[in-house]
T-cell receptor, first 113, second 115 residues
Framework: GQQVMQIPQYQHVQEGEDFTTYCNSSTTLSNIQWYKQRPGGHPVFLIQLVKSGEVKKQKRLTFQFGEAKKNSSLHITATQTTDVGTYFCACHAGGTSYGKLTFGQGTILTVHP | DGGITQSPKYLFRKEGQNVTLSCEQNLNHDAMYWYRQDPGQGLRLIYYSQIVNDFQKGDIAEGYSVSREKKESFPLTVTSAQKNPTAFYLC??????????????FGPGTRLTVL
């Protein structure tokens, strides 16, 4: 089935430093979604990317979808303690995969004040 | 107040007992999902349902069962056949738009501990 590899698994940063997590697939994706899960909480949808090369921004967060639609990244500028949590990418490749998402393993972000 | 509810938040059971986790949504979403999350791990799909009275196995369906008798409800039974049932269980729902999955909305989760 569809698999996505997400790196790094863990990232520790000082408050104010930047952070990036990457999501890679061996096959072309129809779209990719990003979710954030705070410690002890549930995943919350952040954004969906659909077009090749698409870039979207949400305040300090920048999301990119690769030109070949096989990879994506989430970049946080000047992290804050409120950014702590696990960031997941999720995708479905289309065809028979319609109807379910495959999640990456997630990147656990720790921000030290 | 719209959303997805899961109950209970914490659940303790003795080994060998079946247990049913509740998931209800009032978002009028067609599709519903059950995921399992283990500490420090991602989300693994157990079962999903795109319409009432129909459901499909996910990646780790063994030892679990579901039903979808109503659009709003998608209960998950963790049976005694599940070898390692202690985990955080998350229910989600989604609109299907032109056959394509839209955003998933998650419930608060049930943390199951089997003693």
């Amino acid at each position: 089935g569809q698999q996505v590899m997400q790196i790094p698994q863990y990232q520790h940063v000082q408050e104010g430093e930047d952070f990036t997590t990457y999501c890679n697939s061996s096959t072309t994706l129809s779209n990719i979604q990003w979710y954030k899960q705070r410690p002890g909480g549930h995943p919350v949808f952040l954004i969906q990317l659909v077009k090749s090369g698409e870039v979207k921004k949400q305040k300090r967060l920048t999301f990119q979808f690769g030109e070949a639609k096989k990879n994506s990244s989430l970049h946080i500028t000047a992290t804050q303690t409120t950014d702590v949590g696990t960031y997941f990418c999720a995708c479905h490749a289309g065809g028979t995969s319609y109807g379910k998402l495959t999640f990456g393993q997630g990147t656990i972000l720790t921000v030290h004040p | 107040d719209g959303g997805i509810t899961q109950s209970p938040k914490y659940l303790f059971r003795k080994e060998g007992q079946n247990v049913t986790l509740s998931c209800e949504q009032n978002l009028n979403h067609d599709a519903m999902y059950w995921y399992r999350q283990d500490p420090g791990q991602g989300l693994r799909l157990i079962y999903y349902s795109q319409i009432v009275n129909d459901f499909q196995k996910g990646d780790i369906a063994e030892g679990y069962s579901v039903s979808r008798e109503k659009k709003e409800s998608f209960p998950l039974t963790v049976t005694s056949a599940q070898k390692n049932p202690t985990a955080f269980y998350l229910c989600a729902s989604s609109i299907m738009v032109a056959g394509r999955l839209d955003t998933q909305y998650f419930g608060p989760g049930t943390r199951l501990t089997v003693l």
